[in-house]
T-cell receptor, first 115, second 112 residues
Framework: GAGVSQSPRYKVAKRGQDVALRCDPI?????LFWYQQALGQGPEFLTY????????KSGLPSDRFFAERPEGSVSTLKIQRTQQEDSAVYLC?????????????FGPGTRLTVT | RKEVEQDPGPFNVPEGATVAFNCTYS??????FFWYRQDCRKEPKLLMS???SGNEDGRFTAQLNRASQYISLLIRDSKLSDSATYLC?????????????FGTGTRLTIIP
């Protein structure tokens, strides 16, 4: 069965460009998460959806970051006017519906480099 | 203070040795606890959940001390394939609040 997939796997953007990162969760998984992992650090939470509802966006570092999941499956993380400090790996994870503390399955990530 | 703190290492350990990692967390409302493993340039993968009673999976033993807000992972008879970064992870475990909080990770290298 297919796991979580993300695209593109690598993205190089010039400072000031907008980027869009895509996540395809495991089919049937209601919960979807975005994390940011800087070099040498653990992943840090960005935002979380249950179906199409964005329940928590407390981790988004600025208003340049925006995430959506309009039909409750595929999600897009958009970063406007990228800055060098946005360079990181962006990880998407999904989990089984409604189970608190349930296992999150991670995608391979998108490595964003802002030059 | 970070919510989850780990010694970043690196730990360089000879093959066959026993190695232990520790982690502390600050949010007493945390309900669920995990160890994840992350290989270089790969995504994190769940190694094991951690329970107060302690749990074992082959060569790996995890322990939780809620009173001290402390989590441990023990690896016995270490193998070369155990080389990775080990991430201590907690969440509050409430429905609708399932985000994971990660430590910075402890880097382990097993030396032949």
């Amino acid at each position: 069965g297919a796991g979580v997939s993300q695209s593109p796997r690598y993205k190089v953007a010039k400072r000031g460009q907008d980027v869009a990162l895509r996540c395809d969760p495991i089919s049937g998984h209601v919960s979807l998460f975005w994390y940011q992992q800087a070099l040498g650090q653990g992943p840090e939470f960005l935002t979380y959806f249950q179906n199409e509802a964005q329940l928590d966006k407390s981790g988004l570092p600025s208003d340049r970051f925006f995430a959506e999941r309009p039909e409750g499956s595929v999600s897009t993380l958009k970063i406007q006017r990228t800055q060098q400090e946005d360079s990181a790996v962006y990880l998407c994870a999904s989990s089984s519906p409604g189970l608190a503390g349930s296992k999150q399955y991670f995608g391979p990530g998108t490595r964003l480099t802002v030059t | 203070r970070k919510e989850v703190e780990q010694d970043p290492g690196p730990f360089n350990v000879p093959e066959g040795a026993t190695v232990a990692f520790n982690c502390t967390y600050s949010n007493s409302a945390s309900q669920s606890f995990f160890w994840y493993r992350q290989d270089c340039r790969k995504e994190p993968k769940l190694l094991m959940s951690v329970y107060s009673s302690g749990n074992e999976d082959g060569r790996f033993t995890a322990q939780l001390n809620r009173a001290s807000q402390y989590i441990s992972l023990l690896i016995r008879d270490s193998k070369l394939s155990d080389s990775a970064t080990y991430l201590c992870v907690v969440n509050q475990g409430n429905f609708g609040n399932e985000k994971l909080t990660f430590g910075t990770g402890t880097r382990l290298t097993i030396i032949p």
